[in-house]
């Protein structure tokens, strides 16, 4: 939190300085948005002094609100009833519009930035104020591009909330300020996705869990690992879609829907650690399954075929589970970063979002649990100790990075000699707090002669001498398995592989552009275009539109990066990511960032328990 509190006070900076020029309607002062807490706090909202867009209205902002009434029911119902999109559809829309947005807001700042020198060189103070005056007009194009997905596919009933016929007809547009209806549509989208998310759960179950004659093909154990608590995961989507429903039928403007939220990541959402920590076996079953028995792969292929799935298959169903619970993280993030700052409203979504990062991190923690154990058992039977063994099985440990280097043989000043075997291979296993140094041998057995805590551990890289040491650093034991000081000059086959060895084996070390006591002010950022699956436990997957700061970046296409929205990190291939080229919306990433991830401050605690007691009320 340090590094982030560092890199959020650098971009206030910059953002002070040129904050007239920015153009997106996010960063509109938060703490004058009418209508944002009139919804849920009546007499809270700005008056025509403090916001001239309600000057000439007749109404303040609170009572034109409490004009306003409550759709029919039957109307949210059949909204959602007809949304056509599948989940898979609708997230892989909604990733890819966000992706266009910054596309074209880099765009946008590039051709400002182009321009402007040309309209320097033009005469006369007219045009120079006409010139620092087209700035300020941006934000309207902004408003165009919307952080949803919009309708495109014409085959489905997907709206924006503010193309509700309703909301159309109701006047409540040319009320609300533009950073309100963003929260709306933020909110919105929440309920719809969900709506979608359980569309597509209904058919895993009803199309897939109980045909009759998937049923006759499966063995009842077989069966239970294939869909685990699926029922339960439904059953806890329908009730929570019920209830966001009910809320949005109060008032065409959303009051909020976090404390639903917070309500059921508390108490409900268990059912997806269950099902989620069930996700090796259940992989691992599948594969299983289709390799070994022809009657299941012919049927599933059968009924992927039917048009009600859309070309997906059974697998990307069956892994809806894991990836509602993290994008659900995700669009409680978005609410956050639109929500009025210390306000009511961002302290029920800070605490949703809390509760929704237990959650994650427990599937998370489910999956790792079961895979680790089983890989550490392996690699316990494949190690012959040469030296005083050393426990390896531990539920505390695991692993972090594998591999062949090598070593070069003799002493330090024989370095210069060039014989064939100036270098001899090694096998090392990189645990979260151990390294143990090997040799492979005959049986796929790996003989271990020495070790220290990775705690131990120190890495230089050797300046440029050459072919002969290209790709080669300094790994120093400060004590091994003698209890003495070791070094190892160790070569690796390639410049990435040499940079994610020394940042496996020496985490905390000065990286290119980010020190590990402070963040560079712009530290530049990627954005996730093509996802990407981690292949080796140094590395990093990546879903579409994640946002990254580059660390470390190697000239043969890796970048070690830290991803904003969970502060993960590690390895991933450039070509995966596009770099985000306007310094401003870099700043305004690590602010958004800083406040989703921000400590409790005072006030919110003050305020924590008359909030729950006032939603306790609510429902």
């Not at 309500?263 to 289709?290: G, M, P």
């Not at 690590?590 to 305020?607: A, G, I, T």
């Amino acid at each position: 939190m340090e590094l982030l509190a560092a890199a959020f006070s650098a971009a206030c900076a910059v953002d002070h300085d040129s904050s007239t020029s920015e153009s997106d309607a996010r960063d509109s002062a938060a703490g004058h948005l009418p209508g944002s807490e009139s919804s849920s706090t009546p007499g809270n909202g700005a008056t025509p002094e403090e916001c001239p867009a309600l000057a000439d209205s007749p109404t303040t902002l609170t009572e034109a609100l409490q004009m306003i009434h409550p759709i029919p029911a039957d109307s949210w119902r059949n909204l959602i009833e007809q949304i056509g999109l599948l989940y898979q559809e609708y997230r892989d829309k909604s990733t890819l519009q966000e992706i266009e947005t910054r596309r074209q807001q880099d765009a946008e700042i590039q051709t400002n930035a182009h321009v402007s020198p040309a309209s320097e060189e033009t005469p006369g103070e007219d045009e120079d104020e006409e010139e620092e005056e087209d700035e300020p007009a941006s934000p309207p194009e902004r408003k165009a591009l919307p952080q949803i997905c919009l309708l495109s596919n014409p085959h489905s009933r997907f709206n924006l909330w503010q193309d509700l016929p309703e909301i159309q007809s109701s006047g409540v547009l040319e009320i609300l300020q533009p950073e309100e209806i963003k929260l709306q549509e933020a909110m919105f989208e929440l309920v719809t996705s969900e709506a979608s998310y359980y569309k597509s759960l209904s058919l895993l179950v009803s199309h897939f869990m109980e045909n009759e004659r998937l049923k006759k093909t499966l063995h009842p154990s077989e069966a239970h690992i294939l869909f685990s608590n699926v029922l339960d995961v439904m059953a806890v989507s329908e009730r929570f879609l019920l209830e966001l429903e009910r809320r949005m039928e109060e008032n065409i403007v959303i009051s909020d829907v976090c404390d639903i939220v917070y309500h059921y990541a508390a108490n409900h959402f268990s059912v997806y650690i269950t099902y989620v920590s069930n996700q090796t076996y259940q992989e691992r079953t599948y594969k299983q399954l289709l390799q070994e028995k022809a009657a299941f792969r012919e049927l599933i292929a059968q009924l992927e075929l039917d048009p009600k799935c859309r070309g997906l298959p059974l697998s990307s169903f069956l892994i809806l589970p894991f990836q509602r619970i993290t994008r659900l993280k995700l669009l409680v993030q978005n609410i956050l970063k639109r929500v009025e700052e210390r306000s009511e409203r961002e302290c029920t979504a800070l605490d949703a979002h809390k509760e929704l990062e237990m959650v994650v991190k427990a599937c998370n923690e489910g999956v790792r649990k079961m895979s680790r154990t089983e890989q550490m058992i392996s690699i316990q039977k494949k190690m012959e100790f040469k030296i005083k063994s050393v426990p390896i099985i531990s539920h505390s440990r695991w692993l972090l990075k594998q591999g062949e280097l090598r070593q070069m043989a003799g002493p330090k000043t024989s370095r210069t000699l060039r014989t064939k075997k100036l270098f001899r291979e090694i096998y090392l296993f990189l645990f979260n707090d151990l390294l143990v140094i090997c040799r492979q041998i005959p049986g796929d057995k790996y003989q271990v002669f020495d070790s220290a805590p990775r705690g131990l551990l120190r890495v230089e890289e050797l300046e440029d001498q050459g072919q002969t040491l290209a790709n080669v650093f300094i790994l120093r034991l400060l004590e091994n398995a003698d209890d003495r000081e070791a070094t190892y000059m160790l070569k690796a086959t390639s410049q990435s592989e040499m940079k994610r060895w020394m940042t496996s084996l020496a985490p905390n070390r000065r990286t290119k552009f980010v020190s590990f006591t402070s963040r560079l002010l712009d530290c530049p950022q990627v954005q996730c275009v093509h996802p990407y699956v981690a292949q080796q436990p140094d590395e990093l997957t990546l879903e579409l539109a994640d946002i990254l700061n580059i660390l470390e970046k190697t000239e043969d296409g890796w970048i070690f990066g830290e991803r904003l929205h969970d502060q993960e990190r590690g390895w991933f291939p450039s070509s995966m990511t596009e770099e985000i080229l306007n310094p401003k919306i870099r700043s305004q990433n690590l602010k958004e960032c800083f406040r989703v991830h921000k400590m409790d401050d005072p006030q919110r605690s003050q305020n924590k328990d008359r909030r729950k007691l006032g939603s306790r009320n609510r429902q």
